[in-house]
């Protein structure tokens, strides 16, 4: 027998928990809180912290979740969700990173992210482990909200352009030119302690 499409059991999960089966939505938390706890790491950087975000993550959605409409795929709407509450906490979030204390230590960078996400690595991934990894991470906690946002779902978790822009809520071209940008403020901020002028990040990649 054929394996069902995620998606679509998905879909059924939310119709049934739509209907006040919590069990159901039970099941869709199980199946989206690895993915929702990377996202919140990223942000928070603590474990205990990224706890609290993921379980917000889950409230707002079991609020909203009688909103959905299937317009995009469950993931992707729990991922706007994730992103939202994400930079709503770095809004609050009531320390600055100095973005020019990026340590000698960081000499180079390529692979991909501590956090399996079954893409390939390729040349538009960054290493995100290690001693090394948190010191590029800090230069990452600089970035704008919005821009971190698209980095991290791009460079990170391997979305599409085409995914980050549903989740996010903005054109396919906004979301490259916010990658452009985050791609250039990162290579501005790391250029002095890089060996022979590597770049922060490669240009390719897309959809």
């Known amino acids: 027998m054929p394996e069902r499409d995620p998606k679509e059991l998905d879909l059924e999960r939310v119709k049934a928990a739509q209907a006040g089966d ?7 938390v199980e199946r989206h809180k690895d993915i ?5 790491y990223r ?3 603590d474990p205990d912290l990224a706890l609290d975000l993921s379980q917000d993550v ?3 959605a079991y609020r909203g979740i009688k909103s959905f409409r299937g ?43 501590a956090v399996e996400t079954g893409r390939p690595r390729g040349p538009g991934d960054l290493v995100l ?3 090394l990894g948190e010191q590029i991470q800090k230069a990452v906690d600089a970035l704008p909200p919005y821009h971190k946002s698209v980095f991290v779902l791009y460079e990170i978790e391997g979305l599409s352009y085409k995914d980050i822009a549903e989740i996010v809520g903005c054109s396919i071209g906004t979301v490259m030119s916010r990658l452009h940008y985050a ?10 302690y890089v060996d022979g002028g590597t770049s922060v990040m490669g240009e390719g990649g897309g959809d």
Do not use: H
């Not at 791609?183 to 002095?192: S, V």
């Open 36 to 40: 929702v706890y990377a996202v919140a």
């Open 43 to 45: 942000f928070a950087r």
């Open 71 to 113: 317009k995009s795929s469950f993931s992707t709407w729990l991922y706007r969700i994730a992103m939202n509450t994400c930079i709503d906490y770095t809004r609050k979030r009531s320390r600055s990173v100095d973005a020019q204390t990026v340590p000698e230590e960081v000499a180079e960078y390529a692979g991909s992210d």
């Open 129 to 131: 482990s290690g001693e």
């Open 58 to 60: 889950f409230i707002r």
């Open 183 to 192: 791609r250039k403020k990162l290579r501005t901020m790391l250029e002095p």
């Open 22 to 28: 919590r069990g159901a939505f039970d099941e869709l």
